[in-house]
Protein backbone atom coordinates (compact mmCIF):
# COMPACT_ATOMS: atom_id res chain seq x y z
CA UNK A 1 0.00 0.00 0.00
CA UNK A 2 0.84 3.40 -0.75
CA UNK A 3 1.77 5.98 2.56
CA UNK A 4 2.71 9.54 2.40
CA UNK A 5 5.32 10.68 5.28
CA UNK A 6 6.34 14.46 6.11
CA UNK A 7 8.90 15.51 8.51
CA UNK A 8 9.82 17.06 10.43
CA UNK A 9 5.73 17.23 11.92
CA UNK A 10 6.62 20.69 13.94
CA UNK A 11 9.16 23.13 13.47
CA UNK A 12 9.79 26.50 15.33
CA UNK A 13 12.21 29.06 13.17
CA UNK A 14 13.27 32.50 13.87
CA UNK A 15 12.95 35.06 10.88
CA UNK A 16 15.39 35.25 8.30
CA UNK A 17 16.47 31.70 8.75
CA UNK A 18 16.47 28.82 6.34
CA UNK A 19 13.92 26.13 6.21
CA UNK A 20 14.05 22.46 4.69
CA UNK A 21 10.44 20.47 4.88
CA UNK A 22 10.77 17.28 3.03
CA UNK A 23 7.56 14.72 1.66
CA UNK A 24 8.56 11.31 0.53
CA UNK A 25 6.10 8.87 -0.98
CA UNK A 26 6.51 5.10 -0.87
CA UNK A 27 4.90 2.03 -2.97
CA UNK A 28 4.07 4.58 -6.19
CA UNK A 29 5.73 5.55 -8.50
CA UNK A 30 6.11 8.53 -10.44
CA UNK A 31 3.22 10.47 -8.32
CA UNK A 32 2.47 13.76 -9.13
CA UNK A 33 3.65 15.74 -5.77
CA UNK A 34 1.79 18.51 -4.16
CA UNK A 35 2.70 20.95 -1.63
CA UNK A 36 -0.25 22.96 0.64
CA UNK A 37 0.06 25.48 2.95
CA UNK A 38 -2.95 26.26 5.31
CA UNK A 39 -3.09 29.46 7.24
CA UNK A 40 -4.85 30.27 10.34
CA UNK A 41 -8.35 30.10 9.60
CA UNK A 42 -7.69 30.10 6.07
CA UNK A 43 -7.70 27.11 3.66
CA UNK A 44 -5.82 25.21 1.73
CA UNK A 45 -3.86 27.47 -0.95
CA UNK A 46 -1.67 25.33 -3.23
CA UNK A 47 1.97 26.29 -3.46
CA UNK A 48 3.50 24.32 -6.50
CA UNK A 49 3.38 20.92 -8.13
CA UNK A 50 5.08 18.43 -9.64
CA UNK A 51 4.45 16.24 -12.68
CA UNK A 52 7.79 14.75 -12.75
CA UNK A 53 11.25 14.65 -11.12
CA UNK A 54 12.82 18.04 -11.78
CA UNK A 55 9.48 18.84 -12.96
CA UNK A 56 8.18 21.76 -11.03
CA UNK A 57 5.38 24.33 -11.14
CA UNK A 58 4.81 27.50 -8.79
CA UNK A 59 0.67 28.60 -8.27
CA UNK A 60 1.89 31.68 -5.98
CA UNK A 61 4.88 33.96 -6.61
CA UNK A 62 6.25 33.91 -2.75
CA UNK A 63 9.39 33.42 -0.34
CA UNK A 64 9.25 29.38 -1.04
CA UNK A 65 10.80 27.02 -3.75
CA UNK A 66 10.22 23.44 -4.20
CA UNK A 67 12.37 20.95 -5.85
CA UNK A 68 12.00 17.11 -6.70
CA UNK A 69 15.25 15.29 -6.78
CA UNK A 70 13.96 11.97 -6.95
CA UNK A 71 11.04 10.64 -7.93
CA UNK A 72 9.40 9.93 -4.70
CA UNK A 73 10.73 12.79 -2.88
CA UNK A 74 9.59 16.56 -3.21
CA UNK A 75 11.18 19.06 -0.66
CA UNK A 76 9.89 22.74 0.46
CA UNK A 77 12.55 25.50 0.93
CA UNK A 78 13.02 29.13 1.98
CA UNK A 79 16.41 30.58 1.97
CA UNK A 80 15.14 33.56 4.57
CA UNK A 81 11.75 32.68 6.47
CA UNK A 82 9.18 35.41 6.74
CA UNK A 83 6.71 35.50 9.96
CA UNK A 84 4.08 35.39 7.14
CA UNK A 85 5.38 31.90 5.99
CA UNK A 86 3.90 30.23 8.97
CA UNK A 87 1.14 27.87 9.13
CA UNK A 88 0.27 24.26 7.99
CA UNK A 89 2.24 22.34 5.05
CA UNK A 90 1.06 20.04 3.53
CA UNK A 91 1.83 17.31 1.12
CA UNK A 92 -0.30 15.70 -1.26
CA UNK A 93 0.31 12.54 -3.97
CA UNK A 94 -1.66 11.69 -6.81
CA UNK A 95 -1.06 8.63 -9.20
CA UNK A 96 -0.97 10.23 -12.57
CA UNK A 97 -3.75 8.56 -14.05
CA UNK A 98 -6.28 9.06 -10.64
CA UNK A 99 -7.44 12.36 -9.39
CA UNK A 100 -8.05 11.79 -5.92
CA UNK A 101 -4.68 13.42 -3.88
CA UNK A 102 -3.71 11.53 -0.65
CA UNK A 103 -2.46 14.02 1.90
CA UNK A 104 0.59 13.62 4.40
CA UNK A 105 0.30 14.14 8.03
CA UNK A 106 1.18 17.99 7.89
CA UNK A 107 4.33 19.98 9.46
CA UNK A 108 3.28 22.71 11.87
CA UNK A 109 5.60 25.81 10.53
CA UNK A 110 5.86 28.49 13.50
CA UNK A 111 8.28 31.81 12.15
CA UNK A 112 9.25 33.77 15.63
CA UNK B 1 -10.47 29.50 -13.14
CA UNK B 2 -12.33 27.17 -10.83
CA UNK B 3 -13.23 28.28 -7.27
CA UNK B 4 -14.68 26.77 -4.53
CA UNK B 5 -17.03 28.33 -2.08
CA UNK B 6 -18.28 27.43 1.63
CA UNK B 7 -20.28 29.97 2.86
CA UNK B 8 -20.21 28.54 6.79
CA UNK B 9 -17.44 29.13 8.42
CA UNK B 10 -18.46 27.86 11.95
CA UNK B 11 -21.50 25.66 12.43
CA UNK B 12 -22.80 24.14 15.54
CA UNK B 13 -25.09 20.86 15.72
CA UNK B 14 -26.07 18.32 18.53
CA UNK B 15 -25.41 15.22 18.66
CA UNK B 16 -27.65 13.34 16.77
CA UNK B 17 -29.06 15.81 14.99
CA UNK B 18 -28.84 15.79 11.02
CA UNK B 19 -25.82 17.68 9.27
CA UNK B 20 -25.80 19.20 5.96
CA UNK B 21 -22.39 21.25 4.98
CA UNK B 22 -22.84 23.32 1.97
CA UNK B 23 -20.61 23.71 -0.75
CA UNK B 24 -20.92 25.48 -4.28
CA UNK B 25 -18.10 25.10 -6.85
CA UNK B 26 -17.17 27.12 -10.74
CA UNK B 27 -15.95 25.21 -13.40
CA UNK B 28 -16.32 25.36 -16.89
CA UNK B 29 -16.91 21.55 -17.27
CA UNK B 30 -18.15 18.59 -15.33
CA UNK B 31 -15.72 18.61 -12.15
CA UNK B 32 -14.30 16.31 -9.89
CA UNK B 33 -15.52 16.87 -6.80
CA UNK B 34 -14.04 16.09 -3.22
CA UNK B 35 -14.94 16.28 0.64
CA UNK B 36 -11.82 15.83 2.78
CA UNK B 37 -12.28 16.21 6.83
CA UNK B 38 -9.32 17.68 9.19
CA UNK B 39 -9.04 16.72 12.59
CA UNK B 40 -6.87 19.42 14.61
CA UNK B 41 -2.93 18.68 13.89
CA UNK B 42 -4.15 16.72 11.34
CA UNK B 43 -3.70 15.94 7.63
CA UNK B 44 -6.63 15.88 5.60
CA UNK B 45 -8.63 12.68 5.12
CA UNK B 46 -10.88 12.29 2.38
CA UNK B 47 -14.32 11.12 3.20
CA UNK B 48 -15.90 11.30 -0.36
CA UNK B 49 -15.89 11.96 -4.04
CA UNK B 50 -17.61 12.32 -7.39
CA UNK B 51 -16.17 11.72 -10.53
CA UNK B 52 -19.25 10.90 -12.55
CA UNK B 53 -22.42 8.36 -12.34
CA UNK B 54 -24.55 8.46 -9.80
CA UNK B 55 -25.31 12.00 -8.16
CA UNK B 56 -25.84 10.35 -4.59
CA UNK B 57 -22.36 9.76 -3.16
CA UNK B 58 -21.67 7.44 -0.16
CA UNK B 59 -18.16 8.14 1.64
CA UNK B 60 -16.71 6.93 5.29
CA UNK B 61 -18.17 7.68 8.83
CA UNK B 62 -21.68 7.96 7.24
CA UNK B 63 -21.40 10.80 5.25
CA UNK B 64 -22.81 11.43 1.81
CA UNK B 65 -22.93 13.99 -1.28
CA UNK B 66 -25.28 14.84 -3.60
CA UNK B 67 -23.82 16.66 -7.03
CA UNK B 68 -26.13 19.26 -8.21
CA UNK B 69 -25.16 20.21 -12.03
CA UNK B 70 -28.05 23.06 -11.62
CA UNK B 71 -27.25 24.59 -8.80
CA UNK B 72 -23.06 23.89 -8.83
CA UNK B 73 -23.52 22.54 -5.37
CA UNK B 74 -22.07 19.44 -3.62
CA UNK B 75 -23.42 19.43 -0.05
CA UNK B 76 -22.43 16.87 2.46
CA UNK B 77 -24.79 15.14 4.95
CA UNK B 78 -24.93 13.21 7.85
CA UNK B 79 -28.54 11.75 9.16
CA UNK B 80 -27.30 11.81 12.65
CA UNK B 81 -23.83 13.76 13.54
CA UNK B 82 -21.54 12.09 16.13
CA UNK B 83 -19.80 14.13 19.30
CA UNK B 84 -16.41 12.46 17.47
CA UNK B 85 -17.74 14.00 13.73
CA UNK B 86 -16.19 17.93 15.01
CA UNK B 87 -13.36 18.94 12.61
CA UNK B 88 -13.02 21.03 9.66
CA UNK B 89 -14.58 19.91 6.30
CA UNK B 90 -12.91 21.13 3.01
CA UNK B 91 -14.78 20.50 0.05
CA UNK B 92 -12.63 20.65 -3.47
CA UNK B 93 -12.72 20.98 -6.90
CA UNK B 94 -10.56 19.48 -9.67
CA UNK B 95 -9.99 19.82 -13.22
CA UNK B 96 -10.52 16.67 -15.01
CA UNK B 97 -8.22 17.55 -17.80
CA UNK B 98 -4.48 17.45 -18.18
CA UNK B 99 -2.60 15.59 -15.82
CA UNK B 100 -1.75 17.87 -12.60
CA UNK B 101 -5.12 17.97 -11.53
CA UNK B 102 -5.26 20.74 -8.90
CA UNK B 103 -7.09 20.56 -6.56
CA UNK B 104 -8.55 24.01 -5.24
CA UNK B 105 -10.06 24.00 -2.16
CA UNK B 106 -12.85 26.00 0.00
CA UNK B 107 -11.86 27.78 3.33
CA UNK B 108 -13.01 25.19 5.28
CA UNK B 109 -16.27 24.88 7.65
CA UNK B 110 -15.08 24.28 11.38
CA UNK B 111 -18.03 21.43 12.66
CA UNK B 112 -19.08 21.90 16.44
CA UNK B 113 -20.88 19.02 18.17
CA UNK B 114 -22.56 19.61 21.32
CA UNK B 115 -23.49 16.48 23.54
Known amino acids: SQTIHQWPATLVQPVGSPLSLECTVE??????LYWYRQAAGRGLQLLFY??????ISSEVPQNLSASRPQDRQFILSSKKLLLSDSGFYLC???????????FGPGTRLTVT | AQSVTQPDIHITVSEGASLELRCNYSYGATPYLFWYVQSPGQGLQLLLKYFSGDTLVQGIKGFEAEFKRSQSSFNLRKPSVHWSDAAEYFC?????????????FGTGTRLQVTL
Open chain 1, 92 to 102: AWKSSKGAKQY
Open chain 1, 27 to 32: GTSNPN
Open chain 1, 50 to 55: SVGIGQ
Open chain 2, 92 to 104: AVAGNTGTASKLT
